[in-house]
């Protein structure tokens, strides 16, 4: 006859064994999908960024067209340092206007793009500690 006890720790064993296999199924369709959700999030993330440099691509020629097109339509020396200076000051305020909206946009997009991965590495490590 059997020892119980032997019995009993093979099945524990075995218990155990079916409960951290279907864990780690779990686990890794889990993020299957997160990585799959984040490629997806990250493509879209690169083209609304693209999408964004070329709209300021596109602004900064047209305003490069009308800065030149007024440069040449002054007619004295203190009309044309006026609108140089004029220029410069709003070309500076407006890259700093840009670069703050491409990093926020920047941080944004990537953000949303690794949500799924954060959201499953938290998942897995409440898991862990269950």
């Known amino acids: ?7 009993n720790i093979a099945k524990t064993n075995a218990d155990a064994l079916a409960k951290s296999s279907q864990a ?4 890794m369709k889990g993020s299957s999908e997160a990585l799959t959700e984040s490629g997806n999030a990250s493509r879209a993330a ?8 070329q709209e300021l691509a596109t602004k900064n020629v047209k305003n ?25 000051k709003d070309g500076v ?8 909206h491409i990093a926020q946009l920047t941080t944004a997009v ?5 949500a ?12 862990a500690q269950t």
């Open 64 to 88: 490069l067209t009308a800065a030149l097109q007024a440069l040449s339509a002054v007619k004295n020396p203190a009309e044309f340092i006026e609108l140089q200076q004029k220029l410069i």
């Open 24 to 27: 780690a199924e779990t686990i």
């Open 116 to 127: 799924p991965v954060k959201k499953q590495i938290e998942a897995v490590q409440k898991t």
């Open 110 to 114: 990537f953000t949303a793009a690794f």
């Open 1 to 7: 006859m059997a020892n119980p006890t032997v019995e």
């Open 93 to 100: 305020e407006a890259a700093v206007s840009d670069s703050r």
């Open 46 to 53: 690169v083209q609304e960024l693209t999408k964004a440099y």
